[in-house]
């Protein structure tokens, strides 16, 4: 198994950004799809983005596709997430997650074995 700790998150002010990190250990990282989720109070958690294993071939939920930049680094055993023009609809614990190659949608939460605990990014007007 893997475990994966976010960090990065904070208070920050509209139009800032942010960049989000998830640090992997354990078995082989490269082994596994990440993908990043977030969740704003009271709502459902959602799906942000996607990598896969080799980081060819990336998916973004329409809300952040466009200012947000997920990339991997699997010789650290790091995945990253970069916001740029954060609003404060992008407030949210963020969550990175695991999966090994599936067949399932990527925004299907079910698919992913491990996550992290979660980081806070609020976004002030």
């Known amino acids: 198994q893997i475990q994966l700790v976010e960090s990065g998150g904070g208070l920050v002010q509209a139009g800032d950004s942010l960049t989000l990190s998830c640090a992997a250990s354990g078995r082989t990282f490269s082994n596994y799809a990440m993908s990043w989720f977030r969740q704003a109070p009271g709502m459902e958690r959602e799906f942000v983005a996607y990598?896969?294993?080799?980081?060819?071939?990336?998916y973004y939920e329409d809300f952040v596709k466009g200012r947000s930049t997920i990339s991997r680094d699997n010789a650290k055993k790091m995945l990253y997430l970069e916001i740029t023009n954060l609003r404060p609809e992008d407030t949210a614990v963020y969550y990175c997650a695991a999966r090994r190659p599936h067949t399932s949608n990527v925004r299907t939460e079910s698919s992913y074995e491990y996550w992290g605990q979660g980081t806070q990014v609020t976004v002030s007007s």
């Open positions: 990598i896969n294993r080799i980081g060819d071939s990336i």
